[in-house]
């Protein structure tokens, strides 16, 4: 299994403005993701942070909107940018180990006001 | 079609009943299937790995069925703190993204 940190845990923002979030792996791991959910709806896969390149959006979701940055193998940061209220959600990172098992951090609560 | 099909449920059980979620998927290349745990306001965690000749863990079962393209997972003697979603994901090996269902909701009652 993988230990999974993200940074904040929890925040109130403005709208207009920008959240940045961080994920910190205990090991290195070849694939990380960034998820949203909101209350009582499922995981939604924003991309994949590649490290060395740029991340792979899904649908619906752009580099403009959402910045990643992935330094390291063991590091990310998630940008929420010009921030509304229908941005309010759970942000979650994940990895995927060798097995393909994947493992989530503890999620990041955001509250766009 | 979805990728990764569940009902939501909510499954109201009584405790001690035995209660058993399946999970269709579509792509007939998935190579790696999982059961997650997710409580609420909190991360999903992993339950079991789903092999293709079965995974038990002490109350749980979990089941592959290639031919019709579904998981399953059967709780035993079902605990008031078994209560939480339940989201089954699948995955086409080789470091491909995990494509996740949106959950079966399960409430153990006493």
């Known amino acids: 299994s993988a230990v999974i940190s993200q940074k904040p845990s929890r925040d109130i923002c403005q709208r207009g403005t920008s959240l940045t979030i961080q994920c910190q792996v205990d090991?290195?791991?070849?694939?990380m993701f960034w998820y949203r959910q909101q209350p009582g709806q499922s995981l939604t896969l924003i991309a994949t942070?590649?490290?060395?390149?740029?991340?792979?959006?899904e649908s619906g979701f752009v580099i403009d909107k959402f910045p990643i940055s992935r330094p390291n193998l063991t590091f990310s940061t998630l940008t929420v940018s010009n921030m509304s209220p229908e941005d309010s959600s759970i942000y979650l990172c994940?990895?995927?180990?060798?097995?393909?098992?994947?493992?989530f951090g503890p999620g990041t609560r955001l509250t766009v006001l | 079609r979805k990728e990764v099909e569940q009902d939501p449920g909510p499954f109201n059980v009584p405790e001690g009943a035995t209660v058993a979620f399946n999970c269709t998927y579509s792509?007939?290349?998935?190579?790696?299937f999982f059961w997650y745990r997710q409580d609420c306001r909190k991360e999903p965690k992993l339950l079991m790995s789903?092999?293709?000749s079965g995974n038990e863990d002490g109350r749980f079962t979990a089941q592959l069925n290639r031919a019709s393209q579904y998981i399953s997972l059967l709780i035993r003697d079902s605990k008031l703190s078994d209560s939480a979603t339940y989201l089954c994901a699948v995955n086409k090996g080789g470091y491909q993204k995990v494509t996740f269902g949106t959950g079966t909701k399960l409430q153990v009652i006493p």
């Open positions: 792509n007939s290349a998935s190579q790696s």
């Open positions: 789903v092999y293709s």
């Open positions: 942070a590649n490290q060395g390149s740029e991340a792979t959006y």
């Open positions: 994940s990895v995927t180990t060798g097995r393909d098992e994947q493992f």
């Open positions: 090991s290195q791991v070849t694939m």
